[in-house]
């Protein structure tokens, strides 16, 4: 895994000198013999790869992560994953329409905030046809009856990028390994749609399936939110949401390194995203004033600590710490160079924080929703790993819903990074994705 890492590092790096060496209008032509090139290059100059990973954390704009992760979009990355992604005869996008749906006496309107409503983007898969799924019509030969579950599934990607095409590789496995049909949503991204947008999406989405089950092959007996970092975040608050409104309840949680408290929380695993390649702490911080940011403040007061408190100063003295000490190994300041010349950012992400506030809201960080809500949870697989950013969050959460008597198992992986769901070309990633299918399995067939 380790070698794995090493090259998405270096594929950062090098991807960075071909974005802020062209024109914004190339960004998205990227060459692939320069771009493998300049790969080799930070491969073989470890010091360079990293002083350029640390960098871009303190200086990249929201822009550049959004250009970098979608790079998992592209059509050459979505055909060479395609080559060994599990073969489906029932794949089709289908787009739910911004119209209000109706579950009993519920009324469910499309998401509104920041913008008109607009169609929904969603894939849906199955390994099998079934009565009423829409294309059987055409199918020749015996179908198989309605699924008794669904998995209804949100892709990570910070908020602000990505979506079920760069997951679709585990995504289909899980789909033929379970043998349960399932559908992914795209929601609108911050910072074009910050909060509460995705969420208003994701429960709209929600409420269609329950309401066209059969075009889905469902009986509408059990659904099972299945959902990654972001994703996860964004199915704890849409259960949340169906306990307030009336909405049935998923049967059960399935929900991967999630961050449960997006606040400025220094916590033991929350340190490690200073030095991660693939989480570093300025694009947390970038995604986190992306999608949920509301106005500046002066002071940053968090569970009656002041900003200027031991912890606080403990995170941002090592943050600033560990970026310095590499622009000293250079003997100077490092930065990013816009297409003028200009930084890109003069501060450092835990300044930038001090500029934004993000609300104390449960639909933000579900770790703060109440006791009782919590107790009306199904049951749910919490996973991360002893390298992830959010492990913590995932710990914590768990102990909540322990503490109101919610069924819980906690999977926690060795030495895999914050994402891992999409790294199935290494041999730790592709054992934990199984692991985690058979997990998704089980709550499929409880009861």
């Not at 822009?63 to 080559?83: G, K, V």
């Not at 501060?347 to 107790?375: C, M, T």
């Not at 913590?392 to 919610?406: A, C, I, P, W, Y």
């Amino acid at each position: 895994m380790r070698h794995y890492l090493k090259f998405v590092s270096a594929g950062m790096a090098a991807y960075s000198d071909i974005y802020f060496g062209t024109s914004a209008e190339d960004h998205r032509a990227v060459q692939l013999p320069r771009f493998l090139a300049k790969c080799a290059y930070y491969l073989v100059n470890h010091k360079r790869r990293r002083n350029k990973v640390v960098s871009l954390s303190r200086h990249a704009s929201v822009e550049f992560i959004q250009s970098f992760w979608f790079l998992a979009e592209t059509d050459i990355y979505f055909r060479i994953l395609s080559l060994s992604a599990a073969r489906l005869p029932v794949l089709a996008e289908l787009f739910i329409p911004p119209v209000a749906v109706k579950i009993g006496q519920v009324t469910v309107s499309p998401g509104t905030s920041h913008g008109a409503p607009h169609t929904i983007h969603t894939r849906f898969m199955s390994s099998v046809w079934r009565e009423g799924m829409i294309g059987s019509g055409k199918q020749k030969g015996p179908l198989e009856p309605p699924s008794p579950v669904l998995m209804f599934q949100c892709h990570g990607g910070g908020f602000i990028a990505q979506s079920s095409k760069s997951h679709a590789a585990y995504l289909r496995r899980w789909t033929k390994d379970i043998g349960v049909p399932m559908i992914a949503v795209d929601y609108s991204l911050a910072p074009t749609y910050p909060y509460p947008r995705a969420l208003e999406e994701v429960v709209h989405a929600y409420a269609w399936c329950i309401e066209n089950k059969t075009l889905l092959g469902w009986t509408g007996e059990k659904v099972i939110f299945v959902g990654d970092s972001a994703g996860g975040n964004l199915l704890v608050a849409a259960t949340l949401k169906c306990i307030q409104i009336g909405l049935p309840l998923p049967s059960g949680l399935f929900l991967a390194y999630t961050p449960f408290l997006l606040q400025f929380v220094p916590s033991p695993s929350r340190l490690l995203c200073l030095t991660d390649p693939l989480l570093p702490f300025g694009f947390m911080m970038k995604c986190l004033q992306s999608y949920a940011a509301t106005n500046k403040k002066e002071n940053l007061v968090l569970n009656n600590i002041q900003s200027k408190s031991l912890l606080y100063s403990l995170w941002t003295t090592a943050s600033d710490m560990i970026s310095f000490i590499f622009a000293k190994q250079r003997g100077g300041k490092e930065g990013i160079v816009n297409h003028k010349g200009t930084w890109l950012s003069d501060h450092s992400p835990s300044e930038e924080f001090q500029e934004f506030d993000v609300p104390a809201d449960p639909y933000i960080s579900p770790y703060l929703a109440n006791a009782d809500d919590l107790s009306r949870f199904p049951k749910t697989v919490l996973v991360s790993s002893e390298s992830d950013p959010c492990l913590d969050d995932t710990v914590m959460f768990g102990k909540r819903l322990k503490e109101q008597n919610v069924p819980i198992d906690l999977v926690i992986f060795d030495d895999l990074p914050h994402g891992f769901l999409n790294f199935g070309a290494s041999p730790e990633a592709n054992e934990a994705i199984r692991v985690c299918g058979d997990k998704i399995r089980d709550l499929c067939n409880s009861k």
